[in-house]
């Protein structure tokens, strides 16, 4: 090889090298898992090579945004309740994916009807230890509040009590 040559193949694997085009090819943020701060926060993974918001008026939630959940308003029994319910859903869930190949959607009703049999398979589960059922055929978080269930991908769904005050959105919510 000529020294020509040499030096075109150095600045084109050069280029390469700061071009990136292979960059995000094989980053998938369907499959990026949620984090729990602390203090129960819900927070995002940030893809990789992409900073993090950094504090100040941008990052600030939109006015349309739910107030963050936070478990310090609730007492340590209510906590463990709520967390042994939310675990048994997701026994369930993984239960439904697991022979359904997705979990179940639509909402709080429709997601329960799935779970106890109206599905393509006919595949039936029992109610899932915690919660209970009310007279909509909606699963119930232990105060009797209905979940909410929030589908994030195909495979990862938010689920939401709104705590032992029973409203949602409010400072004793539970979010895992």
């Not at 463990?80 to 009703?109: C, H, L, W, Y």
């Not at 429709?110 to 595949?123: C, S």
Request: hydrophobic content about 35%; some cysteine.
């Amino acid at each position: 090889m000529s020294p020509q040559s040499k030096a075109v193949v150095a600045i084109a694997i050069g280029g390469l090298l700061v071009w990136r085009p292979w960059k995000g090819l094989y980053e998938s943020d369907s499959e990026t898992p949620a984090l729990q701060s602390p203090t129960g926060e819900a927070a995002t993974r940030p893809s990789p090579g992409v900073e993090p918001p950094r504090a100040g008026p941008s990052t600030q939630p939109a006015p349309s945004t739910p107030p963050p959940a936070t478990i310090s308003a609730m007492s340590p029994e209510d906590l463990q309740k709520v967390r042994d319910a939310i675990d048994n859903i997701e026994f369930a869930f993984r239960d439904f994916s697991t022979a359904m190949r997705g979990n179940p959607v639509g909402n709080n009703a429709e997601i329960t009807a799935a779970l106890l049999g109206d599905n393509e398979k006919q595949l039936k589960l029992e109610i899932p230890g915690g919660s209970t059922l009310n007279d909509k055929g909606e699963l119930c978080d232990p105060w009797g509040t209905p979940w909410f269930f929030h589908q994030l991908s195909a495979t990862q769904t938010e689920v939401r009590s709104a705590g032992p005050d029973r409203k949602m959105y409010s400072e004793d919510d539970f979010v895992r």
